[in-house]
């Protein structure tokens, strides 16, 4: 980051077919069945991480069985609220073991 290419912006211009897809390319975390669904999780379980919990950050939805491994979307036993910081790791270490073949870490 940093090094801006001073290229225009080019909103606007590009048709929809070449548009980059999102970071997040599911447009499902972005629907009302999920943001209702976390909202109710976190009235119930509270605004905490459920790896160290409670704490200020920004606290998100995680599946704990993944949706491209089968996983439930919707199923509150099926999602953990991690912090930032906590769903990174996880991530991270869930694709490292994907990369090495191996399941089931943490
Ligand atoms: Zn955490």
Known sequence: MGRLSGLPPMIGTLPALVQPAPKIADPFYLSPE???????????????????????????????????????????SNIMLRCTACHNRKTHREKAARARGQRGVG
């Open 34 to 76: 999920w943001r209702r669904l976390m909202a109710d999780i976190k009235r119930h379980r509270g605004n905490a991480c459920e790896d160290v919990g409670p704490h200020a950050g920004r606290i998100m939805g995680d599946h704990i069985v993944e949706v491209k491994d089968g996983g439930a979307r919707l199923d509150p």
